[in-house]
């Protein structure tokens, strides 16, 4: 099973990114998605969540009104758009497909987001 996150960069105080979590290997609609934030520190923060479809969402006070968590799929793939970013948004961006059903979860190698003018 594989998580590859894509989409990461530099960008200005105030610009958007889109990042993407392509799955393979597992049954995507089983795995409930996730996106967490790491820190040079190594501390993690879950900035967003979906559910097995697109009807159930949560995010961290920090990501809301700004980003937007989906999934599509059809293509096993989910997303996090992310706008108005802050110099506080710059981490290391993983994407998290968790079964509680199935005990069973998968982590992606992740993709950096740098906010800086």
């Not at 506080?88 to 059903?101: E, I, K, N, Q």
């Amino acid at each position: 099973a594989h998580i590859v996150e894509s989409g990461g960069g530099l960008v200005q105080p105030g610009g958007s990114l889109r990042l993407s979590c392509l799955a393979s290997g597992f049954t995507f609609t089983d795995y409930v998605i996730s996106w967490y934030r790491e820190i040079p520190t190594g501390e993690r923060e879950m900035v967003a969540r979906v559910g097995k479809t697109n009807s159930s969402t949560r995010y961290s006070d920090s990501a809301k009104e700004r980003f937007t968590i989906s999934r599509d799929n059809a293509k096993n793939t989910a997303y996090l758009q992310m706008t108005n970013l802050k110099p506080a948004d710059t981490a290391l961006y993983l994407c998290y497909a968790s079964s509680g059903f199935l005990s069973t979860e998968y982590w992606g190698q992740g993709t950096q987001v740098t906010v800086s003018s």
